[in-house]
Structure formats: C-alpha cells, structure tokens
C-alpha cells in the first residue's frame, strides 16, 4: 500500500485518512487515523495529571526515531508490523515509507500484575487500588516478591523503620500508603532486571521508565513525600532518577528537596544510588539505612560493607548528630565493627589456627540458614533478628 501525503499534516493510507502527530521536520513522520486524533489529544492533556499518559505519550513520540523503533518487535508475517511492548500496554504500528501509521495504543491501570503506583487503603494491607497520583505522605517500592498483595502487606514494617517515632505500622493502618509495584519476581530473571537498572543497560526496564513519569509529575509539586526503597527497589528508584535528572528545572529540583528516601535491605550499591539521591537534591530519612549484616547479598556482592558506613556519615553530616535515631559517629563505628567481626571470626574464610574446623563449620551452618528463607523480607539489624530467623528457618526442617 501506498502513502499519499498532504498538506496540513493529513496522510491517506490504507484506505483512510491519518493526521500526524509527531513534530515536523524532526525525524520520521508519524500519524494517527483522524478518527482518534481526538482521543490521542486527550491523552495528551492528561500527561500534567497522570503518570501513566505520560508514559505512553512519551513512547508515542519516540517512534518518530530510533529510540523507539530499535525496542519494537516486528511481525514475522508482515515485516512493517510493529510492536512497542510497555509495561501494562503496546503500541501497535506500521512502517510505511518512512512513516508511522499507530494502529493500537494503551496502558492499563487497573491490572494489578502490572507495574504501577497503587493506594493502600486505611485498616488493609491488602487488595490495594491503583491510583494516578501519590495521595499519601509515603510510597514504598518493593523488591522480590511473589505478587502485589505481598509486597504490600510486607512494606509498612520498612516504612516504620526509616520513619520511627513518628510514622508506625499503626498510624500507616490510619493513613494508608502508596506503593509502586516493582514486578520483579524473584530468580535469575529478577537479577537481570536489576542488572539492567542498575548499569543503566538501554535506558532501564519499563518499570523504571515509568517510575520516573511519576517522579516528574510528583518534581511539579510542592509536598512532603517519604520513599522508601526495598531490595531490588532501589535499582528501579536509582534509574527513575537517572532518567528525571536529564530535564529536571531548578524550580523542580527545588521541591524534590521535600521528599525524603529511606533505604532497606538494599541489593545494590548505596553509594550508587545515593549519588543520584543527592544530585536530585532529595534528602535522606531520618532513620539510618537499614542493612542485615549477615546478608552476604547485602554487604559482599553489593559493596556495602563499605558503603552503609559511607552514606551513614554522609546522613550524620547532613542532618547533624542524634543520639534517638541512632545518627551518630558511634552507631556507624558499632555497624562496622559487627561486619569486620563476622570477617574475622571466621564465618566467610577458611578455618584457621585460631578458629577449630567445628567451630567454623558452625559458623557456616549458621551463616547459610540466615541466608535462606528470604531474609530480604525481613528487618534483621541484632542479633536476636538474626537467630530467631534461623531457629525458625531450621525449625521447619
């Protein structure tokens, strides 16, 4: 089929007759037929209000480059069939001598295996309903969890963490929260999606290209607003920021100075992250990260056993000391401390002179159950935490 082009933007194809939507005189044209157009300016008044229509707005208009067109699926039968897949939606298209003709478009909102921002309703910690704006003073964003209702129920015992006295489980049980659901499952792939995050690896997975829409929208605002990033969370959380922070005004970086970011169980680097916290100019919670000390994920592989004491001393330099929040020289000196005593009593080496093949063969045994039983869902900062997770663990065994 040919493309017979018009002037005033019109294009005839297909038998019908398409209005472009693209800019002119900047890349590949594309176009929409004129029976939607009215339906494509709609979404484009929501995109001051809703971040999923900025999502799809945004990839709508990358099409008219490579940007878009490089992570489009094309049609075995028909190769200028085209697919861009979101996350919750697609865009369906055709590309026609050098044009775009947009046959289908959509993200969905209301289905709740999808990534997405979603409101906890006071007195539930389940079935939450998915929402376009944050309407609550925190949002949380998960890490591996087997589905919404789980991650939800999980995230207010890591909310009262980093916001303790004054935010509790009971109080969030009379605000309610927001969550973004990070559809990370668990397993290889769920690593590979973090990787792709966290090394920015073609510009991040869906999730955080959404994520950073609502970002955007929440920058134009002028509220206080509480993150609080688990697990895998926080690669979703870091790439958002990296994408906001290529347009971000001053104006709006200003209001980002009122959300605060709290970090728990992180399975990344959190001077990584942290780096883009603070070049956003948000500021750290009140409370200190949280990391379980004998997570081999949590300080080994991600280099945290370096960096928890890193941003720790960054947080006490920003918000002064405070003896009630543990922020102060001796609480970080104490978490260090508790790291290099796990190293030198054995646990992670091989047995020495000083330390007897039972004894270290305990250690290990310890060491493992502690790093079974999905630990990353759980506050574990003590001792206590620590051994009434393993003597649950191999209570079940």
């Known amino acids: 089929m040919k493309v017979s082009l018009k002037p005033n933007g019109c294009a005839h194809y297909a038998g019908r007759e398409w209005q472009q939507i693209s800019p002119s005189g900047q890349g590949m044209q594309v176009f929409v037929e004129k029976n939607r157009h009215s339906a494509f300016n709609h979404l484009k008044n929501k995109t001051r ?5 900025l999502y799809l707005f945004n990839h709508l208009m990358s099409l008219n480059t490579r940007h878009g067109l490089v992570k489009s699926l094309v049609s075995r039968a028909k190769p200028q069939q085209m697919q861009l897949q979101l996350e919750g939606g697609h865009i369906k298209y055709n590309m026609v001598d050098g044009c775009i003709f947009i ?4 993200v969905s909102s209301g289905r709740k ?15 939450p309903d998915p929402v376009n704006v944050i309407s609550t003073r ?6 591996s969890y087997r589905g919404l209702e789980l991650a939800s129920g999980s995230m207010p015992t890591f909310i009262e963490r980093g916001y303790k006295p004054e935010t509790t489980q009971a109080s969030l049980q009379k605000t309610g929260y927001c969550i973004f659901f990070n559809p990370c499952g668990d397993g290889v792939s769920s ?88 070049k956003a100019g948000m500021q750290l919670a009140p409370q200190p990260p949280l990391l379980n000390n004998t997570s081999l994920e949590q300080t080994w592989v991600t280099g ?20 009630l929040r543990n922020v102060t020289p001796g609480h970080i000196v104490n978490n260090a401390l508790t790291r290099a005593g796990m ?12 330390v007897s093949i039972a004894a270290w063969a305990v250690a290990w045994g310890t060491l493992i159950a502690s790093n079974s039983g999905n630990p990353n869902q759980k506050v574990m900062e003590s001792g206590a935490d620590f051994f009434d997770h393993v003597f649950n663990r191999l209570s079940k065994h």
Request: charged fraction near 25%; aromatic fraction near 8%.
């Open 138 to 143: 925190h949002v949380a964003i998960n890490g």
């Open 343 to 354: 190293l030198g009593a054995g646990s992670y080496g091989i047995p020495t002179l000083g």
């Open 304 to 323: 945290n056993f370096v960096s928890e004491s890193i941003v720790s001393y960054r947080q006490l330099k920003e918000q002064g000391e405070n003896g």
């Open 191 to 278: 690593d590979m999606r973090q990787f792709v995050d966290t090394s920015s690896v073609s510009g991040g997975t869906q999730t955080a290209k959404k994520l950073a829409q609502l970002i955007k929208l929440e920058a134009k605002k002028d509220k206080d607003t509480c993150w609080t990033l688990h697990e895998k969370g926080h690669a979703v959380f870091k790439q958002a920021l990296n994408i906001v922070l290529q347009d971000l005004t001053a104006t709006e970086k200003s209001r980002l100075a009122k959300h605060k970011v709290f970090y728990a169980n992180p399975t990344m680097n959190l001077s990584l992250i942290d780096h883009y916290r603070k």
């Open 113 to 127: 295996s999808a990534a997405g921002l979603y409101k906890v309703k006071p007195g539930q910690d389940i079935d």
């Open 103 to 106: 046959g289908e478009f959509g």
């Open 49 to 53: 209000s809703n971040y999923n229509a």
